[in-house]
């Protein structure tokens, strides 16, 4: 697009809210949601710029100068969730672009540390960022654009900006005029009005290296002025423009990128709370002042803060955990159900115990699609000539239960992605399905049972929850024939879990050391092998078969280690409590081998008392006083507790003694 400028169409009246006026779509009868939008603060209709299915999505990428931590996760997973949701469940078509920094002051800060060019130490933690997202199933965008290869565009984007008289040129450098931004009748810093001349804020937008100079903050006209383009010191990569050398400021890249891409409308701006002021304030001024319009951007979502021990995660406050390492304690399915577990926009606290609660959820979902695809198989093995059809109270009472669910779930989600609650629904769904699975057995309604868990199977994948194609449950990759894994080694585990199951019955009687290695086999097949297999085994009672369920094998040895874990922490923690038993005993034996009639001669009490009576009671103080009641009292309770330690300490003499003799 360039410097050319595409006039909108005559904004519609606008909508009133208590920040300003939201100059946004007119006409909301095609609405399928609500959204929160920002701007009015407020939950609105929505729907898109033209009223139809295609929708436009731009989200602010990383600034590939580190490691992505857990609170990128955070804000990419779940609006990863939000965007799935409007493709995947409310059927827009969505174009999504995603903005890469790669050159900023940071990564011209970091890369001048370990003496690397920019752009190396840019490409490598790009690529890292992309893997990272790969492996949090996080979907590509329709178009990633890096702010390097957007340079002749972002120039022609400033010069235009200036033609319409909202920027200035100062030492080589290029500032937005707020003043006379706000002076054409703009509203300025909409996202977040309270920010407005946080100079604090203003800063840390402004970037490191320009902060630190106070000559470049005295060349703006006013504080909260901010660059455009900046002028490049010696050492600095730069670019030539009619300003002479130098690179794009931070904000000016997503708009200039975002218009050039998308257009002068754009449906979806998303991103972090954090950056409402002063970035994606003034990403909106710079588009309004660009196409001499009052409305760039219809719906602008926020993803809340991720917390950790109070504080928000961030590189820098040290808090963080990278993406990486999260990886390997946890898998992606889990991650994303902790972050289901809360709404897009609120704010998310990392705890431990949060995902230990996360990997039970998970656990409760794959025992019941293990279950339920139990029962289908089950249910298979019988004729159907023998199986009755006719729908019982049982199976019209689930059926019930089922519309119910997704009416509730449909209603969460078109209330501004509530997926806490349409995930409490599932849950619902799911409990009461396993009640049914355990009172019907094979007599289950099969075709019911079917409908339930592609339903449940079908909203984990608008999720993300489920990136492969069965019908039912997580899944497993497809054969080359096109069938699951699960159903070409169906009948082969049908037939070793039987044998098994035989093998275990017909020795159950046998106590013979022979026996005994043989059912510690069978133990083993079940928690070491086949595991690793992505099969987990589970015996039930004495004259019922086992069951086997199909599961992502990295997850199950995960399992496997934390149980090992959690097992060790419990022999230790015996261990511990048993060593302090021990040695609390070896304390009252050494006391109780005093005898209660020595005991206030010697030790703490010597030297205390001058006269005793025959029992060895004190009576009088060392100054020859006699003692107060109270204080004969306390002595009297030590005397009481030393009588019984001593008692202990004859009988575990006597003990020792018996069996010496023996």
């Known amino acids: 697009m360039g410097s050319t400028v595409t006039n909108p169409p005559p904004a519609p009246s606008p909508v009133p809210s208590e920040n300003h006026p939201w100059y946004g779509p007119s006409d909301f009868s095609n609405s399928k949601l609500n959204v929160f939008n920002t701007f009015t603060a407020t939950t609105v209709p929505f729907v898109t710029q033209d009223n139809s299915n295609n929708l436009t999505w731009y989200i602010c990428g990383p600034t590939v100068y580190d490691s992505a931590h857990v609170g990128h996760a955070s804000n990419y997973v779940r609006f990863d969730i939000v965007r799935r949701i409007l493709a995947d469940y409310f059927g827009y078509n ?74 200035y040129e100062s030492h080589g450098s290029v500032y937005f005029d707020t003043a006379a931004f706000q002076a054409a009748g703009h509203t300025y810093g909409k996202l977040e009005p309270s920010s407005v001349g946080n100079e604090a804020l203003i800063a840390e937008g402004e970037g490191a290296l320009s902060t630190a100079d106070d000559a470049i903050t005295r060349q703006k006209k006013a504080s909260g002025d901010f660059a ?40 979806v ?12 304030s003034n990403e909106v001024a710079q588009a309004e002042a660009y196409h001499d319009s009052h409305q760039w951007v219809n719906y602008f979502l926020h993803s809340g803060h991720l917390h950790i021990d109070g504080l928000k995660m961030s590189k820098s406050l040290k808090n963080f955990i990278s993406i990486d390492n999260w990886l390997q304690r946890y898998n992606a399915r889990q991650i994303r159900l902790a972050f289901l577990g809360y709404r897009y926009r609120a704010p998310m606290t990392y705890t431990e115990h949060g995902m230990e609660e996360a990997i039970n959820l998970d656990r409760t979902f794959i025992d019941f699609f293990g279950a339920l695809k139990a029962t289908l198989r089950d249910i298979a093995k019988h004729d159907i000539k023998s199986r009755q059809l006719r729908p019982k109270q049982l199976d019209t009472e689930l059926a019930a239960e089922l519309r119910r669910r997704q009416d509730a779930v449909h209603d969460h989600l078109a209330n501004d992605f509530d997926t806490p609650s349409a995930l409490r629904e599932i849950q619902s769904l799911v409990r009461f399905t396993n009640a049914y699975l355990a009172g019907q057995g094979v007599d289950a309604n099969e075709l019911l049972l079917t409908s339930i868990g592609k339903y449940v199977t079908k909203m984990f994948k608008v999720f993300g929850l489920v990136s492969s194609s069965n019908d039912i449950g997580y899944g497993d990759d497809a054969s080359a024939q096109g069938q699951s894994r699960e159903k070409i080694i169906a009948p082969t585990l049908d037939a070793f879990c039987a044998f098994r199951d035989q093998i275990r019955k017909t020795a159950r009687g046998d106590k013979t050391e022979a026996i005994a290695k043989i059912l510690a086999l069978c133990d083993a097949v079940r928690d070491d092998v086949l595991p690793p297999l992505g099969i987990r085994l589970e ?38 409590q048993k060593a302090a038993r021990e040695a609390k005993l070896r304390e009252e034996l050494e ?53 019984k330690l001593h008692a202990k300490y004859l009988a575990a003499m006597a003990r020792d003694a018996e069996n010496g003799a023996l």
């Open 591 to 643: 006391r109780g081998a005093v005898s209660p009639a020595d005991m206030f001669r010697q030790g703490e009490y010597a030297g205390k008392y001058s006269e005793y009576d025959d029992s060895g009671m004190p009576k009088k103080n060392c100054d020859g006083k006699d003692l107060s009641k109270s204080a004969l009292k306390s002595l009297t309770k030590a005397r009481v507790r030393q009588e």
């Open 539 to 576: 015996d039930r009672g004495l004259d019922q078969s086992s069951v086997w369920k199909m599961e992502d094998a990295a997850t199950l040895v995960m399992e496997i280690q934390r149980k090992k874990e959690a097992e060790q922490k419990r022999r230790e923690e015996k261990e511990r």
């Open 228 to 267: 455009l383009w900046k002028s490049s010191k010696p050492g600095e990569p730069f670019w030539q423009s009619p300003w002479g050398k130098g690179r794009p400021g931070w904000h000016i890249e997503c708009s200039a990128m975002a218009s050039t891409v998308l257009g002068p409308v754009i449906d």
């Open 94 to 167: 969505l174009i999504v672009q995603m903005n890469i920094t790669d050159i900023d002051d940071k990564i011209i800060k970091r890369a001048n540390e370990r003496t690397i060019p920019f752009q190396s130490l840019a490409r490598h933690y790009e690529a890292e960022f992309m893997r990272d997202m790969d492996a949090l199933n996080v979907l590509r965008p329709t178009y990633i654009t890096r702010v390097s290869e957007y340079i002749t565009e972002t120039v022609d984007y400033i010069r235009h900006i200036m033609q319409n008289g909202f920027a």
């Open 269 to 280: 701006h998303v991103g972090g709370e954090d950056l409402r002021f002063p970035h994606h």
